[in-house]
């Protein structure tokens, strides 16, 4: 399956905010890096179809969703050639505040080559990092030819800062809302489905059964395996399948693209207590469920999941 991971930018309006920057001490970050890891699948958010921002805010939340805030980062972690995970810290006795499933914004302002002229470009990102976590959250940033806001990231040294916003609900998750889900993901769109995943399985008391079909260019791509492979081991309510286009002859898992079959036999099928969670490039989506309409709407179900029988219901798209 052939990743395309990014999707093209947007400006918006610019605000200055108050910078915070303690370091955390509770985790080594190479650990953190190592064992959970989710980043943002990127999109363009002009100004007039921005997503819903929770209305809520607390002095014990580091996210504000009235105004853009610094967090300073502390350190970077090289995970593959061309993904590094980053550790921003703002105040020591605030938690992040975000709810799964749900992302941050982030900021920039860049300038015009040539005319000098300035202009800002917002890309969510959803922090790998325990959302009880005080004083730091993590960050995956895949990076691209053409992605402003990675390169962005990647020029950024410790000590300098970054504005961000929200949270941005995606799907509000409770315990237990379905008795199975199943989850498609390519590339970095596992992020959304590592934060329900991370959600399911660290609470005793939440039964619900997870199937992840998860696709990549090659086995070497695949975002944070190990940590998959462990969670899956240690697990029995969670099960994963993998999926690549090109792969050596020892490959075990799954070869080519997603398809009625792969589907049929690695996730729940169609029923009131199942929920399929759908993320990833935008070839990927359309091919599984069909595209969203924009950041907030779900458009109408097409691809596979229609073809197999599954509802607009039963469907979520990130």
């Not at 898992?253 to 993320?279: A, F, Y």
């Not at 599984?288 to 979520?316: R, T």
Request: aromatic share 8%; net charge neutral; charged share 20%.
């Amino acid at each position: 399956m052939q990743q395309h991971h990014q999707q093209h930018d947007s400006s918006s309006s610019s605000m200055a905010s108050l910078e915070e920057a303690i370091n955390r001490k509770e985790l080594q970050f190479a650990a953190i890096c190592a064992l959970v890891g989710i980043a943002a699948l990127y999109v363009a958010v002009p100004r007039s179809s921005e997503p819903a921002i929770h209305s809520k805010r607390s002095k014990d939340f580091a996210l504000n969703p009235k105004q853009w805030v610094n967090f300073t980062l502390q350190e970077s972690h090289p995970l593959t050639h061309n993904t590094r995970i980053y550790r921003f810290t703002f105040d020591p006795n605030a938690k992040l505040g975000l709810p799964v499933a749900s992302c941050l914004l982030t900021r920039a302002v860049l300038t015009t080559t040539g005319s000098g002229r300035s202009y800002s470009i917002i890309r969510p990102y959803t922090p790998i990092s325990d959302p009880n976590a005080k004083g730091y959250c993590d960050l995956m940033v895949k990076f691209y030819p053409e992605g402003k806001m990675s390169r962005h990231i990647a020029q950024l040294k410790p000590g300098d800062t970054l504005e961000v916003n929200g949270p941005v609900t995606k799907l509000p998750y409770k315990a237990n809302m379905k008795r199975h889900l199943g989850m498609i993901a390519g590339g970095t769109g596992i992020t959304p489905m590592l934060q329900i995943i991370d959600a399911i399985l660290s609470n005793p008391n939440d039964y619900t059964q997870l199937s992840l079909l998860y696709a990549n260019l090659s086995p070497e791509n695949i975002l944070l395996k190990d940590n998959l492979d462990a969670l899956a081991h240690a697990h029995p309510n969670f099960k994963v399948f993998y999926m690549v286009d090109i792969a050596a002859t020892d490959w075990t898992g799954g070869l080519g693209r997603i398809n009625k079959d792969v589907i049929m036999k690695g996730l729940p099928h169609p029923s009131r207590d199942t929920l399929i969670l759908v993320s990833g490039p935008p070839g990927l989506v359309e091919h599984v469920c069909g595209d969203k309409e924009d950041e907030n709407s779900q458009g109408e179900l097409a691809g596979l999941l229609k073809e197999i029988g599954y509802k607009m219901e039963q469907v979520y798209k990130f």
